[in-house]
């Protein structure tokens, strides 16, 4: 089953504002987590990985946040754009080499 | 640079057909290999995965099976389709822990 979820499974932000994307995790084992980028009828893309020894990583317009404290992680993006309109997947690691467990995602509307 | 190819796009099948699902992965070797389904408007769920040639985990009992018969080849497989095998069907490589995932442009996969 899966062990990680959302908060909220829709957002609506306007052009232009931040968005957050927020993910809780129950397996206090994780050591990497992975935020996803799903549009209509493709795969999923990656966007920013983390592992479970930072609490902070940012990449270009997009900023992860973990806290390892209530086992939450979160997804920022900047001047959120209509491009940025999809669905966001977080997913954790165990230790070792187990496979990835996704949460069921959050879809992201922007508004024009 | 590694790529993923996944075929076909989309497949209609009638119910008790036979399937066979293809992805492959070039410019690397010995990668983990994944199976996906995703239903509609839903999270991720793991099929199967597979570490090596022949080696195959299932994560979920059900009517599908798959097999590595080459190490850059992933087959997913059923005797007999069911009406609830419809779905977006995933594969996915990395090159093992600690790295996420990039995943085919799937396989949209209709039983009627």
């Not at chain 1, 062990?3 to 206090?28: F, W």
């Not at chain 1, 997913?91 to 496979?99: I, K």
């Not at chain 2, 009517?63 to 059923?78: E, H, V």
């Not at chain 2, 007999?80 to 949209?108: E, I, M, Q, V």
């Amino acid at each position: 089953g899966e062990s990680v979820g959302l908060h909220l499974p829709t957002l609506s932000v306007q052009e232009g504002d931040n968005s957050i994307i927020n993910c809780a995790y129950s397996n206090s084992a994780s050591d990497y987590f992975i935020w996803y980028k799903q549009e209509s009828g493709k795969g999923p893309q990656f966007i920013i990985d983390i592992r479970s020894n930072m609490d902070k990583r940012q990449g270009q317009r997009v900023t992860v946040l973990l806290n390892k404290t209530v086992k939450h992680l979160s997804l920022q993006i900047a001047a959120t754009q209509p491009g940025d309109s999809a669905v966001y997947f977080c997913a954790e690691r165990g230790s070792g080499n187990t496979p990835l467990v996704f949460g069921k995602g959050t879809r992201l509307s922007v508004i024009a | 640079s590694q790529t993923i190819h996944q075929w076909p796009a989309t497949l209609v099948q009638p119910v008790g057909s036979p399937l066979s699902l293809e992805c492959t992965v070039e410019g690397t070797s010995n990668p983990n290999l994944y199976w996906y389904r995703q239903a509609a408007g839903r999270g991720l769920q793991l099929l199967f995965y597979s570490v090596g040639i022949g080696q195959i985990s299932s994560e979920v009992p059900q009517n599908l099976s798959a097999s590595r018969p080459q190490d850059r080849q992933f087959i997913l497989s059923s005797k007999k389709l069911l009406l609830s095998d419809s779905g977006f069907y995933l594969c996915a490589w990395n090159p093992g822990t600690p790295y996420g995932y990039t995943f085919g442009s799937g396989t949209r996969l209709t039983v009627v």
